[in-house]
């Protein structure tokens, strides 16, 4: 049966198959660095089979056979187990001969000595403590600026970094944020990250794993531009002001589904106002009697009909009401007048009688 390999592209690259347990992530900053340079020839293509399976432990139990079988044809054993050695002898790898079945090996993978060799360079990351600034200074002098520098930005993202995080993967983590979001957009995340800090005495030391979580989101959504962001913030306080206008009552009873729904009559082809899908909801109140309407009555009698007339003020959609139910009243009354007629009581009898 034919694997399939898959190849996902959004600011990032990832190859996987069908049944992906574990992957790899190298920065640009690392290659920069002199990465690659560590393994020659098969050196790097065997230790990304060792990384990608690993076991409990950072283990993986094998043989040259095993490894071979994963590699070009064209090296031979000889040459594999001499990549092995180099790996043993640079401490990325410890072999220990075990045998286990088909496994002649375990062979150890020291995670913490992959980046040992590379020329990283961090005096523009040591300016803050050279100069004697704390985080927060540093970042309120950012934040105090219309336009701030690439470097500035970065060491105020390299601010909230916890003690023993290796600087090398932040480094490598900013200068990727750097290369895909635009810097406003990132002066916005400082303030975002330094508000949640100040917030309910949160601890300072995960707020690193807070900016994470933020910038997921936004890899999430592709939100690369302080314009996007804005318009997404526009749509999640609005969305949050229907909710409440609908009469849900907090958001954490907001269900996606209402979320989808109120983002529709926001976007779309001929976008409605907050004003006019908040009247919408509070003239379906009115006109329904029994119970609270239906997020899909509201759309067919209001945010479709409106949208299709290109209603764009309250005063138009009020216009569009009155001249409904003026419309309604008079049909209303027409079907009266005719009903009273049908409804009259002839006596033919009678009449008969009086002609007799």
Not at 133 to 138: A, N
Not at 152 to 181: C, M, N, R, T, Y
Not at 237 to 260: C, D, S
């Amino acid at each position: 049966m034919r694997k399939e390999i898959f190849i996902q592209q959004q600011k990032r690259i990832t190859i996987s198959g069908s049944r992906n347990e574990q992957s790899v992530e190298i920065g640009s900053s690392a290659i920069d660095n002199g990465f690659l340079k560590q393994f020659p020839g098969p050196a790097l293509a065997i230790l990304l089979y060792l990384i990608t399976h690993l076991q409990k432990g950072n283990y993986v139990r094998t043989n040259v056979a095993i490894i071979a079988s994963y590699l070009p044809d064209n090296y031979d054993l000889k040459t594999i187990e001499e990549a092995l050695n180099l790996l043993v002898e640079r401490d990325i790898v410890e072999i220990s001969p075990r045998r286990e079945g088909d496994y002649t090996c375990r062979i150890k993978v020291n995670l913490e000595n992959l980046t040992a060799g590379l020329a990283t360079d961090y005096s523009g990351w040591n300016k803050m403590e050279e100069a004697g600034s704390t985080g927060p200074e540093l970042r309120r002098q950012v934040l105090a600026k219309a336009t701030p520098s690439e470097e500035e930005i970065k060491e105020a993202l390299f601010s909230f970094a916890p003690p023993g995080k290796k600087e090398e993967l932040v480094q490598a983590e900013i200068e990727k944020w750097l290369a895909d979001f635009d810097l406003q957009i990132l002066k916005e995340l400082i303030r975002r990250v330094d508000k949640w800090i100040a917030k309910n005495d949160n601890p300072p030391e995960r707020a690193f794993h807070y900016l994470e979580g933020i910038i997921d989101d936004w890899y999430r959504k592709e939100i690369f531009s302080y314009r996007r962001l804005k318009h997404f913030d526009r749509l999640y306080r609005e969305t949050r002001e229907l909710a409440f206008t609908y009469g849900i009552k907090g958001w954490q009873n907001v269900k996606p589904a209402h979320m989808e729904t109120f983002k529709s009559w926001l976007e779309g082809d001929f976008p409605l106002s907050l004003p006019l899908a908040k009247l919408a909801i509070r003239e379906a109140v009115k006109r329904k009697k029994d119970g609270q309407p239906s997020l899909k009555y509201i759309e067919d009698n209001f945010i479709r009909p409106w949208k299709e007339a290109r209603v764009k003020t309250v005063e138009e959609a009020k216009k569009l009401l009155n001249s409904s139910e003026t419309s309604s009243q008079k049909n209303s009354g027409k079907m009266g007048r005719e009903q009273n007629w049908e409804e009259l009581n002839w006596d033919f009898t009678d009449y008969d009688g009086l002609g007799g």
